[in-house]
């Protein structure tokens, strides 16, 4: 079992910032991406940013320039600076990761979601 925690969500003014951590845990032998993707009510879940192993990364043309993904493989976790903030930016930010558990089987998890609001 691999768990998924994510923190750091929160309101925050336009043109704000916030930074969205999220730790993995468990039975884990190594991880290959992780990623954030964000849902709106009614709407399907998006990709926002992604990050392999060796630190590649690709993001939705949305954020690009405004939000950097990074990770720390010793600890397990990726974050995700978001900066100049837009309303349209509001949403359950979720955090997703790939890889191998100790018993050399595939994983895939998703975290339980940390909601971002931009408002005024």
């Known amino acids: 079992q691999v768990q998924l925690v994510e923190s750091g969500g929160g309101l925050v003014q336009p043109g704000g910032s916030l930074r969205l951590s999220c730790a993995a845990s468990?039975?884990?032998?190594?991880?290959?991406?992780m990623a954030w993707y964000r849902q709106d009510p009614g709407k399907q879940r998006e990709l926002v940013a992604r990050?392999?192993?060796?630190?590649?990364?690709n993001y939705a043309d949305s954020v690009k320039g405004r939000f950097t993904i990074s990770r720390d493989n010793a600890k397990n976790t990726v974050y995700l600076q978001m900066n100049s903030l837009k309303p349209e930016d509001t949403a359950l930010y979720y955090c997703?990761?790939?890889?191998?558990?100790?018993?050399?089987?595939?994983?895939?998890?998703w975290g339980q979601g940390t909601q971002v609001t931009v408002s005024s």
């Open positions: 468990g039975s884990i032998f190594s991880i290959n991406a």
């Open positions: 990050i392999w192993r060796d630190g590649a990364t």
């Open positions: 997703n990761a790939d890889g191998t558990t100790t018993k050399l089987t595939y994983f895939g998890s």
